[in-house]
């Protein structure tokens, strides 16, 4: 291609320029070979005539085209120079906010100033397993292909960060640590990487300080080494460091500080354990304000100084330690204060023996105060003859103080290095590691000295090295891809490196001129002139003879020669250092001990192969010989071995600003960084070779447009691109084809894509030719058919005109006849009309009359009718409403007495009737009594009446008689009869007036009752009127606010509900978790401490107590709370299955059944004593005949069921009056008429009066049978007959002796009964009694506060009535809920609990009655005299199955541990589930809880043991899960719960559990169905990721819509696997097909498949969408479209079976919007608007992010704009957005399992053989 053809009109060229470094222009015409100038025109539109070089013919440099700005890797750029670099960075940094870009194997971070949201857990995550080309730059893409390559190469791994000084490399260094701490699984938890973090506070304090560039600047450099082992995991690390600035310590220029550690601890002098340092503020010592300012805005030095205090700490830095090592410090400011007092002579100098600051220096280090004053002033010179004390001048005591201060600072550091070193060094064997060297940069200032030297000499060496490195790269990759290649011209700088480094080099003479005594940098500069002046890297300034000009690979640096020597030297005089070794302090004595420098090295070389930066110092009789230049070159050279040994990775921090302003971009600074660091190089050496590369498949998507249509038959896709390049490009040297790749010179791809765009240029001009032609053919046809149109519509007009004129004539004739007509017409009617109305109303009269007769008469007829029917219904309803009213009257009656009667049932048998029918006798005979005593009280009565009457008559008797007698007597009444008729009198008159006060007393005071009464209801019923008015105030003001509220609460309940669900399923998985790590580690601890010793618990029983997460304690077993905690101890914490907190919750529970098996075990003695007593009392004798025998044993039999009957009649008694007291009570409170209470208190005491009747007959009874006993006895000698018969008082007949002591023991029993009957009847009545005044008492004290809160509420305003009224109605109506579920809960508890009992009283009954039966028949072969009938059950099957203790290994074997899916295909879904149902319903049946306890043990061991076993088995996890969940819904079916029971048939209720509660273990099974749930997404989840990215957004759904774009060095890295493991989106709809066939086929709940395709489709969301915004490359319109397709057809999926629910496409919904986002409009505000209101689902950094990332395709599209973005964002910023970018595609959603019960009968399920179950019963 010629020039003329590149530099054409409309060409964009870069032209220099000194503020902008590069400006862009644009030919205005073509440029022809031999002119001098070029005509452009600037961005500004300015015109400019460009000169150019005849001779050397340096044409501008060619811009790339817009669609190649802004790319992830400049060596993607078709042109590849330093306009266009820098140009692509700026692009990056300012419009799209990016801060890394790759340049070939170089990742170019750029400091921004500002914190991103770009270095979180999720960003981690989503880089991890990467390759380096896919996501977009970053510095975790570095890490993870230096991680990748160390896993997969099995070779040591560098990542090489450089910079200037704060342009970020400790920060990428650190991010960079972080990283390999998250993804490689460390077995400590990152528990390295926080030590490294913890020394950075230490390392930052004592290395780092602040410069005029930056105020955190490190100022050495490190380089940490990261060990791990064969796994990969972090198992330590260690750090070397170079160059200490140490001149830093004793000089700072202006505006800079010395190091952070001398300020922090000034600002921290104040406390009192630094008191004895004597230290005041950071400007009174010299040390530290030379450069003025001695604070940085922002920092808190006395802050920082306890992060440091911390970090010591953690590192393992003793307190005592870090004592000493701050005394160290600060004795070095106080050195730096002791005043030198030169002489007069000028030749010596002094100290004064009362310096303060020497003498706290001394003290501070412990050493003696006379010999350091000495030899500070004074040296020692030794010669071969003697020894020479010499004074020093002051500048020489000055430099010797120094040079001390110096090298305490310096020995201090590599100590507390040696120290952090041994807190990360690890004892495990190292398999590989990864160093990070955080490194300074080229450095040029306007003063360069030593330090500045020494650095650019390391970085002259890393070029080397880095150069090497790129061309090996660019020769593997010719040599791959089988290309001819040529060596590539780079620049080589080993002969700087020698000029440096070589004999006789600039270092050479250094050290040789420190070896010369009265060596000065002026002979120094001078032999430097006079060996390397004819060197092309060594030049000499014109205008000094002390300066020199090395010319190094980045830029010319000129050297200032002073002080070069004295540091050089380092010179530190041999009697100081003696007097520091003689320290009194062991740490000082230690810093220069001779053989500590050795130390670290041997510590760290026995696993980590990491030698010391820093030489070992041998001793010396006067100076340490190896000078700072020597130390330095052999680090350097060890450091560079170790690079080379390792494969290394580049990062490049750039510095944007001086100013430290966030997103600022200087041109001129980043250009002199840029060619400082390499990175222009790199780009030299790429665009020497061939730097555009592309596989043939791109390049034939990209290209395709260019081959020829005949060309496009060939189906060789490699044969075309051949043809096609040759075709278009004509010289050969331009491209090279590969093996899979066509290699391009620079500029070609620039070429191909002008060449495309013409292409394309010419198709959108034919097309808009075409369309423009179309357009003008449809607006003529459209003009032509409007006229045609027009003169229709004219025609029409006037043809309708003149058919209205014609048709208006023809109507005016019209008009005109049928005028005529009409008036003719309407003469005739009117005399018509006229006529008939004389007729009518003739006609009219007549008829009027004769009706009018007819009328009369008819009514006449009805009201005779009505009166004699009025009449006859009077007659008849007198005589009605009397009979009703005798009816009704004779009825009330009647219906009285059954109301009483009814009430009286209702409210004593009837309820006594419906608990046993048994109980209606007992209800019937007191019923009786009470109607025997009623009418023996009335007979009583009437007899009471008779005598009354009968007195009274013989009253009058007798005072007729006395009146009689006082007449026959006269006057002489006896004077002793008056008074005792006196005396009567008075004792009546007082009787019948104490009566009468007694009964004006009873009066009063039930008036009064009855007053108070009635005022409280009144004051009742006004405070419910008043309530019920404020509630309709309440309801009529709030109902929307209620409503609102209500909904609002409901939403956050939902949410609350599902928050809590999902911590709950992350604790149950965070346990799967940390009990499969325990496993693990006990196998591992088994494996490593497996000795003849050691002890271990048996296989199951381990399996069994590791495994069980729920109590394996029975609680039939366990008595008492500290047996059960004893038990445990002994079992042991970490063994034993049982929760504590779950034992503590069942510890009530315990207490309830051990309290109930006391009981029952009480009454088990009970009954055996009373067996045991029967059994010599039912032996008859060998005489008794067989008929008494079978008698007793039937009394017997009888006897015991009676027993137990009245022991049940007795609880429902007791029952019955709890129930009857709590309705009077409530009854008596709501209503004041305890008259059925009264009457029931009556019916119980004639009950106490009979059983005291019946008391007494017991004790006459006694006392018989006792005394017949005696009279047996004593007779007993004189009858010999046993079968004599004994007369009895009160009775005719005979009774048998063994009868007679029978019913003696019988009626003993039924006493010892109805006494505690009585006694517990008594004891009950007393507490009825008692409840009942603490309820009048407790209401009494309600009414008066309610009274009291009645009379407090009418002092209030409206508005407080009103609220305090909702407060008390809130208050009231919550206590009565909770007493009323507190009552629900104790009658349910209480009911269920004598169902229990009741249920088993029942079944032993029954097997006693059976057993007896079976051993008398078996004894005698008769019938006994009455039969005991024995019901047998029907032999069908009952949905149990029986199986012995010893079967139940083999049972859990066949049926879980080795039972296979497969095995049951076509059985029924869930068989395993539905068996083990049936066993635990056998052992629930048989009353055998240890057996259920067993069996589901084991169950669920096996099956945490199967899924262990399974952990990648999709079918087999599923399979158990919904085993797992259907044996949950088995247990609620048929728990007997009714809430469970509601859609079970009859038969299906006959199943359920008779005996225990299994709700413990059903919470057990929700636990492990939901491991077992997230072990099924863990699984599909690991199948479906790796698919998700190459179907969704690489894969070309729809064909020939995706562009392809260049592609960079990164697409052809080594990282890259081979092989191709692209997916399509068929392949991941396949795939969940496979899940959704396997989940249905094995019965899984359809809800639990929703939410494991929510859970799915929600990570195919996450993961693509974090996908989308860290790749630029997919960023783009063809990409949405494709989106939109591919998420289409995962929708139709959804609906083809039927799991398209909203829940499922919402998780979509970030996805469906970011594709939506890519190809809607994005320029104008209304757009802008567009956008936001459409992304909701997003956040503003992903809209933002995806904006940014926006790549047009094609030169026809546009790129967004920073306007548009910065819009979006101001449109957004009211937000409240979460902060993080990314999607967390691990999170879980928390899963609910609805309850869904089987249709399933037991008796239903058939077990196929090939299960292997003989042993299994059917009962």
């Known amino acids: 291609m010629s020039v003329s053809e590149l530099y054409s009109q409309y060409t964009r060229v870069w032209i220099p320029d000194p503020d902008e470094v590069w400006r862009s222009a644009e030919l205005t015409k073509d440029y022809k070979e031999g002119e001098k100038s070029l005509q452009l025109q600037l961005e500004d539109e300015t015109i400019r005539e460009y000169p150019i070089d005849v001779q050397s013919n340096q044409l501008p440099f060619l811009r790339n085209p817009d669609i190649l700005v802004g790319e992830n890797d400049l060596t993607a750029l078709s042109y590849l120079h330093e306009p266009a670099v820098l140009h692509n960075l700026k692009v990056r940094f300012l419009e799209s906010n990016h801060i890394y870009t790759y340049c070939g194997i170089v990742l170019v971070a750029i400091n921004p100033y500002e914190q991103l949201p770009i270095y979180g857990q999720d960003v981690i995550y989503a880089y991890s397993g990467q390759n380096m080309g896919d996501m977009d730059p970053h510095i975790f893409a570095v890490a993870e292909e230096a991680y990748k390559q160390m896993a997969r190469d099995e070779k040591n791994q560098s990542i090489i960060v450089s910079g200037e000084s704060g342009a970020g490399k400790t920060v990428s260094a650190k991010y960079a640590m972080r990283y390999f701490a998250t993804v490689s699984g460390s077995a400590s938890d990152t528990n390295i990487e926080e030590k490294v973090l913890a020394s950075s506070p230490i390392m930052e304090a004592i290395g780092n300080a602040k410069t005029t560039r930056n105020d955190n600047s490190s100022r050495f450099g490190k380089y940490i080494q990261i060990g791990f082992d064969k796994r990969y995991r972090i198992i330590g690390a260690n750090m070397r460091t170079y160059l200490l600035e140490k001149s830093r310590v004793v000089f700072q220029a202006d505006d800079e500080r010395n190091y952070h550690i001398f300020y922090q601890l000034c600002a921290a002098a104040n406390l009192p354990e630094f008191k004895e340092l004597a230290l005041t503020r950071a400007e009174d010592f010299f040390y530290t304000s030379q450069g003025g300012d001695t604070s940085i805005e922002g920092v808190d030095d006395a802050e920082d100084f306890e992060k440091t205090r911390q970090a010591f700490t953690l590192l393992g830095v003793r307190e005592s330690h870090q004592i000493n090592i701050f005394k160290i410090i600060a004795s070095i400011l106080h050195l730096g204060n002791v005043e030198i007092q030169a002489e007069r002579d000028g030749e010596s100098c002094s100290i004064s023996p009362k310096d303060e600051h020497l003498s706290n220096f001394c003290q501070l280090l412990g050493v003696e105060h006379s010999q350091m004053e000495h030899w500070l002033c004074h040296r020692k010179l030794v010669t071969t003859s003697e020894t020479y004390v010499k004074t020093m001048s002051l500048q020489q005591v000055v430099n010797a103080r120094n040079a001390l201060a110096k090298h305490i600072y310096a020995q201090l550091f590599g100590w507390i290095v040696e120290h952090v070193n041994k807190a990360l060094h690890t004892s495990l064997k190292q398999h590989s590691f990864i160093g990070v060297l955080d490194i300074y940069g080229f450095e040029t200032f306007d003063v360069n000295s030593f330090e500045q030297f020494c650095i650019n000499y390391a970085n002259e060496k890393l070029q080397q090295q880095f150069n090497l490195h790129v061309f090996k790269l660019e020769q593997e990759e010719y040599v791959k891809e089988q290309i001819p290649w040529t060596l590539i011209d780079f620049y080589d700088n080993q002969p700087c490196i020698d000029l440096i480094e070589a004999k006789l080099g600039i270092l050479d003479l250094l050290d040789e001129e420190c070896k010369v005594p009265k060596g000065t940098d002026q002979n120094w500069a001078q032999k430097l002139y006079d060996r390397h002046s004819g060197s092309q890297h060594f030049q000499k300034p014109r205008m000094s003879n002390t300066a020199f000009i090395v010319v190094h690979f980045a830029d010319k640096v000129e050297y200032l020669s002073d002080s070069f020597l004295e540091k050089n030297r380092d010179t530190v005089y041999e009697e100081q250092i003696n007097i520091l070794k003689a320290s009194k302090l062991p740490l000082v004595a230690d810093l220069f001990h001779d053989g500590k420098d050795s130390a670290p090295a041997a510590a760290t070389s026995s696993k980590i192969s990491v030698r010391s930066a820093r030489p070992p110092l041998k001793a010396s009789n006067k100076e340490h010989k190896k000078t700072v230049g020597h130390q330095f070159r052999t680090s350097l050279h060890l450091l560079m071995e170790t690079l080379n040994t390792t494969t290394p990775h580049y990062v490049r921090c750039i510095k944007p600003n001086d100013e430290k302003l966030p997103f600022r971009f200087d041109p001129k600074r980043a250009v002199q960084q840029l060619r400082a660091c390499g990175v222009l190089e790199t780009i030299r050496i790429s665009a020497a070779g061939y730097p555009s590369r592309w596989a043939y498949h791109d390049f034939y998507n990209r290209y395709r447009v260019l081959v020829k249509k005949k060309e496009l038959a060939n189906t060789d896709k490699k044969a075309i691109c051949k043809s096609v390049l040759e075709s278009l490009i004509k010289d050969p040297d331009k491209f090279q084809f590969g093996r899979?790749?066509?290699?391009?010179?620079?500029?070609?791809?620039?070429?191909?894509?002008?060449?495309?765009?013409?292409?394309?240029?010419?198709?959108?001009?034919?097309?808009?030719?075409?369309?423009?032609?179309?357009?003008?053919?449809?607006?003529?046809?459209?003009?032509?058919?409007?006229?045609?149109?027009?003169?229709?519509?004219?025609?029409?007009?006037?043809?309708?005109?003149?058919?209205?004129?014609?048709?208006?004539?023809?109507?005016?004739?019209?008009?005109?006849?049928?005028?005529?007509?009409?008036?003719?017409?309407?003469a005739y009617q009117r005399v018509r009309r006229a006529t008939v109305v004389i007729q009518a109303f003739a006609r009219g009269t007549f008829v009027r009359r004769i009706y009018h007769q007819v009328l009369r008469e008819h009514k006449a007829t009805i009201i005779?009718?009505?009166?004699?029917?009025?009449?006859?219904?009077?007659?008849?309803?007198?005589?009605?409403?009397?009979?009703?009213?005798?009816?009704?009257?004779?009825?009330?009656?009647?219906?009285?007495?059954?109301?009483?009667?009814?009430?009286?049932?209702?409210?004593?048998?009837?309820?006594?009737?419906?608990?046993?029918?048994?109980?209606?006798?007992?209800?019937?005979?007191?019923?009786?009594?009470?109607?025997?005593?009623?009418?023996?009280?009335?007979?009583?009565?009437?007899?009471?009446?008779?005598?009354?009457?009968?007195?009274?008559?013989?009253?009058?008797?007798?005072?007729?008689?006395?009146?009689?007698?006082?007449?026959?007597?006269?006057?002489?009444?006896?004077?002793?009869?008056?008074?005792?008729?006196?005396?009567?009198?008075?004792?009546?008159?007082?009787?019948?007036?104490?009566?009468?006060?007694?009964?004006?007393?009873?009066?009063?005071?039930?008036?009064?009752?009855?007053?108070?009464?009635?005022?409280?209801?009144?004051?009742?019923?006004?405070?419910?009127?008043?309530?019920?008015?404020?509630?309709?105030?309440?309801?009529?003001?709030?109902?929307?606010?209620?409503?609102?509220?209500?909904?609002?609460?409901?939403?956050?309940?939902?949410?609350?509900?599902?928050?809590?669900?999902?911590?709950?399923?992350?604790?149950?998985?965070?346990?799967?978790?940390?009990?499969?790590?325990?496993?693990?580690?006990?196998?591992?601890?088994?494996?490593?401490?497996?000795?003849?010793?050691?002890?271990?618990?048996?296989?199951?029983?381990?399996?069994l107590e590791s495994d069980s997460n729920y109590p394996s304690i029975s609680t039939s077993e366990v008595g008492d709370a500290e047996d059960a905690l004893q038990q445990v101890e002994e079992i042991g914490l970490e063994k034993a299955a049982m929760d504590l907190t779950v034992f503590l919750k069942l510890q009530k529970r315990v207490r309830e059944l051990e309290q109930e098996r006391k009981k029952l075990q009480v009454q088990l003695e009970k009954k055996e004593q009373q067996d045991s007593k029967k059994i010599p009392a039912e032996r008859p004798s060998s005489d008794l005949d067989v008929d008494q025998d079978a008698d007793l044993a039937y009394n017997s039999l009888k006897r015991q069921e009676l027993e137990s009957e009245n022991k049940k009649l007795k609880n429902e008694l007791n029952e019955l009056r709890k129930a009857v007291a709590d309705q009077?009570?409530?009854?008596?409170?709501?209503?004041?008429?305890?008259?059925?209470?009264?009457?029931?208190?009556?019916?119980?005491?004639?009950?106490?009066?009979?059983?005291?009747?019946?008391?007494?007959?017991?004790?006459?009874?006694?006392?018989?049978?006792?005394?017949?006993?005696?009279?047996?006895?004593?007779?007993?000698?004189?009858?010999?007959?046993?079968?004599?018969?004994?007369?009895?008082?009160?009775?005719?007949?005979?009774?048998?002796?063994?009868?007679?002591?029978?019913?003696?023991?019988?009626?003993?029993?039924?006493?010892?009964?109805?006494?505690?009957?009585?006694?517990?009847?008594?004891?009950?009545?007393?507490?009825?009694?008692?409840?009942?005044?603490?309820?009048?008492?407790?209401?009494?004290?309600?009414?008066?506060?309610?009274?009291?809160?009645?009379?407090?509420?009418?002092?209030?305003?409206?508005?407080?009535?009103?609220?305090?009224?909702?407060?008390?109605?809130?208050?009231?109506?919550?206590?009565?809920?909770?007493?009323?579920?507190?009552?629900?809960?104790?009658?349910?508890?209480?009911?269920?609990?004598?169902?229990?009992?009741?249920?088993?009283?029942?079944?032993?009954?029954?097997?006693?009655?059976?057993?007896?039966?079976?051993?008398?028949?078996?004894?005698?072969?008769?019938?006994?005299?009455?039969?005991?009938?024995?019901?047998?059950?029907?032999?069908?099957?009952?949905?149990?199955?029986?199986?012995?203790?010893?079967?139940?290994?083999?049972?859990?074997?066949?049926?879980?541990?080795?039972?296979?899916?497969?095995a049951l295909a076509g059985t029924v879904p869930c068989l395993p589930a539905y068996i083990l149902y049936m066993c635990i319903r056998h052992a629930d049946y048989v009353n055998d809880d240890l057996k259920v306890h067993s069996l589901l043990t084991s169950t669920i061991n096996g099956i945490k043991k199967v899924l262990k076993k399974h952990n990648d088995d999709f079918e087999m996890t599923s399979f158990w899960l919904s085993n797992t969940c259907r044996l949950l819904h088995c247990l609620k079916q048929y728990s007997g719960d009714e809430g469970f029971m509601t859609q079970n048939t009859a038969k299906q209720n006959e199943h359920c559990l008779k005996n225990f509660d299994l709700t413990e273990y059903r919470q057990v099974l929700s636990d492990l169905s939901i491991q077992i749930y997230q072990q099924l997404i863990k699984i599909s989840e690991g199948l479906l990721q790796p698919m998700i990215v190459s179907a969704m957004l690489e894969n070309e759904s729809i064909q020939g819509l995706s562009g392809v774009k260049p592609t960079g060095y990164r697409?052809?890295?080594?990282?890259?696997?081979?092989?191709?493991?692209?997916?399509?989106?068929?392949?991941?709809?396949?795939?969940?097909?496979?899940?959704?066939?396997?989940?249905?086929?094995?019965?899984?709940?359809?809800?639990?498949?929703?939410?494991?395709?929510?859970?799915?489709?929600?990570?195919?969301?996450?993961?693509?969408?974090?996908?989308?915004?860290?790749?630029?490359?997919?960023?783009?319109?063809?990409?949405?479209?494709?989106?939109?397709?591919?998420?289409?057809?995962?929708?139709?999926?959804?609906?083809?079976?039927?799991?398209?629910?909203?829940?499922?496409?919402?998780?979509?919904?970030?996805?469906?919007?970011?594709?939506?986002?890519?190809?809607?409009?994005?320029?104008?505000?209304?757009?802008?608007?567009?956008?936001?209101?459409?992304?909701?689902?997003?956040?503003?950094?992903?809209?933002?992010?995806?904006?940014?990332?926006?790549?047009?395709?094609?030169?026809?599209?546009?790129?967004?704009?920073?306007?548009?973005?910065?819009?979006?964002?101001?449109?957004?910023?009211?937000?409240?957005d979460p902060q993080h970018l990314l999607l967390d595609f691990k999170h879980m959603f928390p899963v609910l399992f609805p309850f869904n019960p089987s249709s399933l009968t037991m008796d239903s399920i058939h077990i196929p053989a090939c299960l292997n179950l003989e042993f299994l019963n059917e009962v």
Not at 1236 to 1256: D, I, M
Not at 1688 to 1708: C, D, F, I, K, P
């Open 864 to 1103: 005779q009718k009505h009166v004699r029917s009025w009449l006859a219904r009077r007659c008849f309803q007198r005589l009605r409403g009397a009979a009703i009213v005798i009816q009704c009257g004779f009825r009330r009656l009647k219906a009285k007495r059954e109301l009483k009667a009814l009430k009286i049932e209702a409210r004593s048998a009837e309820h006594l009737k419906r608990l046993n029918v048994g109980m209606e006798n007992k209800v019937v005979q007191l019923q009786r009594k009470i109607d025997d005593q009623n009418k023996e009280f009335k007979m009583l009565s009437e007899q009471l009446s008779a005598i009354t009457s009968t007195h009274a008559t013989e009253v009058e008797k007798l005072k007729e008689e006395l009146a009689c007698y006082q007449q026959s007597q006269g006057g002489d009444s006896s004077p002793q009869l008056q008074e005792e008729v006196e005396s009567l009198r008075t004792e009546l008159q007082r009787a019948h007036s104490e009566r009468k006060v007694l009964e004006d007393a009873h009066t009063r005071e039930k008036d009064e009752l009855r007053k108070r009464v009635a005022d409280l209801e009144q004051e009742n019923a006004l405070l419910k009127d008043e309530k019920a008015q404020l509630n309709n105030q309440i309801l009529c003001q709030s109902k929307d606010e209620l409503a609102q509220t209500s909904v609002e609460e409901n939403l956050l309940m939902k949410k609350e509900l599902e928050e809590e669900r999902s911590r709950y399923q992350n604790l149950v998985k965070e346990y799967s978790r940390l009990e499969q790590r325990y496993d693990n580690l006990r196998d591992e601890m088994t494996i490593i401490k497996q000795t003849p010793g050691h002890r271990r618990n048996p296989s199951n029983q381990s399996s």
């Open 1224 to 1462: 009077a009570s409530e009854h008596s409170a709501a209503h004041g008429t305890p008259d059925s209470y009264c009457l029931l208190l009556n019916q119980l005491k004639l009950a106490h009066e009979e059983l005291e009747v019946r008391k007494e007959e017991v004790l006459i009874l006694r006392t018989q049978i006792v005394s017949a006993d005696q009279r047996r006895l004593a007779g007993k000698g004189s009858e010999p007959n046993i079968n004599a018969r004994t007369s009895w008082p009160n009775s005719e007949k005979h009774v048998d002796q063994e009868d007679a002591i029978e019913a003696y023991h019988g009626v003993c029993q039924t006493n010892r009964l109805l006494e505690a009957q009585l006694q517990a009847q008594s004891r009950e009545h007393g507490e009825e009694v008692e409840g009942l005044k603490a309820q009048v008492q407790a209401l009494k004290e309600e009414m008066d506060e309610q009274q009291q809160t009645f009379c407090q509420t009418l002092l209030l305003s409206p508005e407080a009535q009103l609220e305090f009224g909702i407060q008390q109605e809130l208050s009231r109506l919550t206590n009565e809920n909770l007493d009323l579920k507190e009552l629900v809960e104790k009658l349910e508890k209480n009911e269920k609990k004598l169902k229990k009992q009741l249920k088993i009283y029942m079944k032993k009954v029954q097997d006693l009655e059976a057993a007896q039966a079976l051993a008398q028949s078996e004894r005698r072969r008769h019938e006994l005299t009455r039969q005991v009938t024995v019901q047998r059950k029907e032999k069908d099957f009952q949905g149990m199955l029986e199986y012995h203790k010893e079967d139940e290994a083999l049972l859990i074997r066949n049926l879980v541990t080795d039972l296979k899916p497969q």
């Open 740 to 826: 899979t790749k066509i290699f391009f010179r620079a500029g070609q791809v620039a070429y191909l894509e002008k060449l495309r765009a013409d292409k394309f240029r010419a198709a959108t001009i034919m097309i808009q030719k075409t369309v423009r032609g179309w357009l003008q053919k449809v607006k003529y046809r459209r003009l032509k058919a409007a006229t045609l149109t027009l003169q229709r519509y004219c025609r029409g007009l006037l043809a309708r005109r003149l058919a209205e004129h014609l048709r208006r004539t023809r109507a005016a004739v019209v008009l005109q006849k049928q005028y005529r007509m009409r008036r003719a017409h309407q």
């Open 1611 to 1776: 697409k052809r890295t080594s990282s890259l696997a081979d092989g191709d493991n692209s997916y399509c989106l068929e392949a991941v709809i396949r795939q969940m097909n496979s899940f959704h066939t396997v989940m249905c086929d094995q019965g899984l709940d359809p809800e639990i498949i929703l939410q494991v395709f929510k859970q799915l489709f929600y990570m195919i969301n996450a993961v693509t969408l974090n996908n989308l915004l860290l790749r630029k490359d997919v960023c783009s319109w063809s990409t949405g479209m494709q989106l939109r397709y591919n998420i289409s057809q995962l929708e139709e999926w959804l609906r083809g079976r039927n799991l398209h629910q909203r829940e499922v496409a919402e998780t979509m919904e970030p996805l469906i919007q970011a594709a939506q986002l890519l190809q809607l409009k994005k320029k104008s505000p209304e757009d802008a608007e567009a956008i936001c209101s459409l992304c909701t689902a997003l956040s503003t950094q992903q809209i933002v992010k995806i904006l940014n990332l926006y790549t047009p395709l094609n030169e026809f599209e546009e790129r967004v704009t920073v306007a548009f973005i910065r819009t979006i964002q101001a449109q957004l910023q009211e937000r409240n």
